[in-house]
């Protein structure tokens, strides 16, 4: 059935490129984009995904040098398996439930977009310039906040400050106006884990799903932050004002999810030495003070080692434990008491690399 909605697929995949460039693919797009689908067919059919796991891990790394972040490779690639999951709900005959097909895309998304991450984390990890400006999610409903800014609260938060649990169970909306906040979920065990670390301009939502779950996204100032709020009912307002903001309400949530599905699945498949290399990485990138040439970096952050466990989802017992392996080895360095430095950025990416293997 995979090889029957190939027509299906490709006449999908030209009109989705219609949209995205207003014009026909060229002749090496449709070449380079039936290629990809001929090899995720033969992985299918052979149940053998290495092939196709090293061309999603080679996306990953094309999408990071065209300057995008994340979260938009993540949505492009849920984007792109979702069009495979049409494809074959029109082709089949009933000979397969639909609950199947949509289930089998479903665990296939997942096997692609973590090797896309692994792609795209490897290619960041190498670059040594910090990441190029990007346009955030969410511009046109956070310009209507700015736009009328005093009828919604403002919160200024000083390093360490939180945005706790939603007691009222209210679905609340938040932009960052300045600053960087981590975005956590907060588990039923009071444990919490990182889902992304959000900057100027980022957005996200805060809901509790039952009255009596203590599971929840929060978020902590990671520096000085100014924060627009707005309740449910202004958002109400506001989205009956500007429809078309909605849009942006949509794609923020789809991001979270995803976020949360890429966490999930770390969490999984890898060990805890490689998601603390890869989180001092990601904040030496994120905070890091250094002369750029590949000398030492200081995180300009206060950083516990029950704050980077709380990150990758560990113990504080066990971060303490691997940083210590690193200071011997002379990869990092504690400054104080609250920060790293990352003495041998590069070998702390070539124990990523070999982690990753």
């Known amino acids: 059935m995979l090889r029957r909605s190939t027509v299906a697929y490709n006449n999908l995949w030209v009109e989705h490129s219609r949209k995205e460039f207003e014009n026909e693919p060229k002749a090496e797009m449709i070449t380079q984009h039936l290629s990809y689908w001929d090899t995720l067919v033969e992985a299918v059919d052979a149940n053998e995904y290495s092939e196709l796991m ?19 490779a993540i949505q492009r690639t849920v984007e792109a398996t979702n069009t495979i999951e049409i494809a074959l709900l029109e082709a089949n005959s009933d000979e397969v439930s639909a609950t199947e097909i ?18 795209f984390r490897e290619a960041s990890s190498i670059a040594d310039a910090k990441p190029k400006p990007r346009e955030r999610s969410g511009e046109r409903l956070r310009a209507l906040l700015t736009r ?34 981590r975005l956590y979920n907060l588990l039923p065990n009071g444990r ?117 466990a709380d990150m990758i989802g560990s113990n504080r017992v066990t971060i303490t434990r ?12 504690a400054r104080g008491t609250r920060s790293i430095e990352i003495l041998d950025p590069e070998a702390l990416r070539r124990l990523t690399r070999l982690e990753s293997e």
């Open 54 to 72: 090293k061309l999603a891990q080679s996306t990953g790394g094309y999408l990071h040098k065209l300057g995008i972040d994340i979260a938009e």
């Open 148 to 181: 009328n800014e005093d009828m919604y609260p403002t919160v200024d938060l000083r390093p360490g400050d939180e945005i706790g649990p939603p007691y009222d169970q209210e679905l609340r909306f938040y932009a960052v106006k300045s600053g960087k906040l």
């Open 322 to 333: 691997k940083l210590h392996e690193l200071q011997k080895r002379e990869i990092v360095a």
């Open 102 to 119: 949509i289930t089998e895309v479903a665990d296939l998304r997942s096997m692609i977009v973590m090797a896309v991450v692994e792609g």
């Open 192 to 308: 919490t884990i990182t889902i992304s670390i959000l900057s100027e301009g980022d957005v996200f939502l805060q809901w509790r799903t039952e009255s009596t779950s203590l599971s929840c996204i929060c978020a902590e100032a990671m520096q000085a932050s100014r924060v627009i709020t707005a309740s449910q009912k202004q958002l109400v307002d506001l989205l009956a004002a500007q429809p078309a903001a909605a849009v942006d309400l949509i794609a923020n949530f789809a991001r979270r999810l995803t976020e949360s599905q890429a966490l999930i699945e770390d969490l999984m498949n890898n060990s805890v030495d490689l998601r603390l290399y890869r989180t001092l990485l990601d904040l030496a990138r994120e905070f890091g003070n250094g002369n750029g040439n590949g000398g030492s970096i200081v995180i300009g952050v206060p950083l516990t080692h029950q704050r980077l």
